[in-house]
């Protein structure tokens, strides 16, 4: 079993910076990947990035060169960097653990979810 717990999240205009938290406990977290997806009213949930157990990342297109995702196993926690934030960055952030080494970015290949974070973009 793994737990996650979400934080960092708020309001800010466009154009600014946020950076999210998800502290995992529960399993060796250096041992399997993680994944960041998001929920915008209305819309079905989608992935954003993600990060192998070796730190090796995806991120989607949308986000790539604004959204970072990395990870400090000695911490256990991975982290969303988000910069020049969009008011279609608005959405509830949900971090993700898959219990394999490498990421998805399938919702589906992620039996493990934190509680979500609300990210509010306002232009």
């Known amino acids: 079993q793994v737990q996650l717990v979400e934080s960092g999240g708020g309001s800010v205009q466009a154009g600014g910076s946020l950076r999210l938290s998800c502290a995992a406990s529960g399993r060796t977290f250096g041992s399997y990947a993680m994944g960041w997806f998001r929920q915008a009213p209305g819309k079905e949930r989608e992935f954003v990035a993600a990060i192998s157990w070796s730190g090796s990342t995806s991120h989607t297109g949308s986000v790539k060169g604004r959204f970072t995702i990395s990870r400090d196993n000695a911490k256990n926690v991975v982290y969303l960097q988000m910069n020049n934030l969009k008011p279609e960055d608005t959405a509830v952030y949900y971090c993700?653990?898959?219990?394999?080494?490498?990421?998805?970015?399938?919702?589906?290949?992620?039996?493990?979810w934190g509680q979500g974070t609300q990210v509010t973009v306002s232009s």
């Open positions: 993700a653990a898959r219990l394999e080494r490498y990421y998805s970015s399938s919702v589906n290949e992620y039996p493990y």
